[in-house]
């Protein structure tokens, strides 16, 4: 069966530091990738996906970065948080031709 | 564009007692439409999903769902709410231009009252 991993669950960092978040698929291929945030009493905006290892699609201008260095490992990324960037990080995949999406459990990040 | 409207962010309901939470989406062809649930601090887990045929659709743990085309709606319903049941819901249509991936609603907070 196919699962998803997310991690860390949840994660402070002062204002300026880096980040990485990393989110991985095992029991399928050539899944499609997606981030989400869920900002404090906001629904769900994506924030990337990803079709394929190394092309990365962003829905909106933001201060972060995904990476697909494997087929099914998913990465999201910042040189420098901001305080904007504190939020809840969801991590999903599904299959091309499938509708039904599989999210990980989520990281709850806070931004100091 | 695709968007997903959920009118009421809180909604609060005895244990017992029927549950109605609204959707209306936005969408020019036939919609996939689907109901998720998060639990505190979790990811979210599938109710239920319309894809065609009948308009009202059985999901998980008592929940259903009736699709009408005539006023762009989804909304989900349960007859009788558990205290478990106290969550955040989300509405979420099928968006192609994003990535083949869901474009959700800004979600509703269930809270139960014994």
């Known amino acids: 069966s196919q699962t998803i991993h997310q991690w860390p669950a949840t994660l402070v960092q002062p204002v300026g530091s880096p980040l990485s978040l990393e989110c991985t698929v095992e029991g399928t291929s050539n899944p499609n990738l997606y981030w989400y945030r869920q900002a404090a009493g906001r629904g769900l905006q994506l924030l990337f996906y990803s079709v394929g290892i190394g092309q990365i699609s962003s829905e909106v201008p933001q201060n972060l970065s995904a990476s697909r260095p494997q087929d099914r490992q998913f990465i999201l990324s910042s040189k420098k948080l901001l305080l904007s960037d504190s939020g809840f990080y969801l991590c999903?995949?599904?299959?091309?031709?499938?509708?039904?999406?599989?999210f990980g459990q989520g990281t709850r990040l806070t931004v100091v | 564009a695709q968007s997903v409207t959920q009118p009421d962010i809180h909604i609060t309901v005895s244990e017992g007692a029927s549950l109605e939470l609204r959707c209306n989406y936005s969408?020019?062809?036939?919609?996939?439409l689907f109901w998720y649930v998060q639990s505190p601090g979790q990811g979210l887990q599938l109710l239920l999903k319309y894809f065609s045929g009948d308009t009202l659709v059985q999901g998980i743990k008592g929940f259903e769902a009736e699709f009408k085309r005539s006023q762009s709606s989804f909304n989900l319903r349960k007859p009788s709410v558990h205290w478990s049941d106290a969550a955040e819901y989300f509405c979420?249509?099928?968006?192609?231009?994003?990535?083949?991936?869901?474009?959700f609603g800004g979600g509703t907070r269930l809270m139960v009252k014994p």
């Open positions: 969408y020019g062809a036939t919609p996939y």
């Open positions: 979420a249509v099928l968006d192609n231009n994003a990535g083949n991936m869901l474009t």
């Open positions: 999903a995949w599904k299959r091309i031709m499938n509708t039904e999406a599989f």
